[in-house]
């Protein structure tokens, strides 16, 4: 008897950092995809782009990190 194996899409942000790199390293179990994802592909700081990008996907590790300098160039210096 044949059992059909369901497709998982997993995306991970992050995807050119150390946990990104490692988990896209990892060797997947049958059927998983992977789809991986670094801050040229998507600015996490971005919640409409955010969305978009985990639509169509069954799991989700964000491994992304959000830098002092990313902060800092988003909401500005902070005071002292």
Excluded at 13 to 22: D, H, I, P, W, Y
Excluded at 38 to 66: C, K, Q
């Amino acid at each position: 008897i044949a059992t059909a194996v369901r497709l998982m899409k997993l995306l991970v942000l992050g995807a050119a950092g150390q946990v990104g790199t490692e988990l896209r390293r990892a060797r997947l179990p049958a059927g998983m995809t992977l789809v991986g994802l670094d801050r040229g592909g998507l600015d996490i700081t971005d919640r409409a782009a955010v969305f978009a990008a985990v639509r169509g996907h069954d799991l989700v590790v964000n491994a992304a990190a959000y830098l002092t300098t990313t902060i800092t160039r988003h909401l500005g210096a902070p005071s002292a």
